[in-house]
């Protein structure tokens, strides 16, 4: 993370919206959450939840109807849907029968049981 100082102020604003945020949540370990998942998911219920892995990445729980659709996917995820979505649009799409032959011919072990 770059210094706080060497920041422009898109930068700043973003991380000091960020801590804010984890300053507001609600933090548990994975050893409690687990132990109390009934009364976390509740707590989940008007707050973000953070559970902290101790050697690992944090993870936010929040209702799913609360989520942002657009942040369910990961850019990876949403470059390969435009790219399908634009072999759809100029046509370089395979029916699902051509698929299946072309399946069926490279995999022939996985359809012979």
Do not use: W
Request: include cysteine; charged fraction near 35%; proline fraction near 2%.
């Amino acid at each position: 993370m770059a210094s706080i100082l060497k920041m422009n102020d898109k930068e700043l604003c973003t991380f000091l919206r960020t801590f804010v945020k984890i300053l507001i949540m609600k933090t548990v370990s994975v050893t409690e959450f687990r132990g109390n998942i009934k009364k976390y998911l509740d707590i989940a219920e008007t707050e973000k939840l953070v559970i902290h892995r101790s050697k690992g990445r944090s993870f936010v729980v929040i209702p799913l109807e609360d989520e942002d659709d657009e942040c369910l996917l990961s850019n990876k995820q949403k470059v390969a849907i435009d790219q399908a979505l634009e072999d759809v649009a100029n046509n370089k799409v395979h029916s699902h029968e051509d698929v299946m032959e072309e399946t069926k011919k490279r995999f022939p072990h996985l359809f012979n049981r």
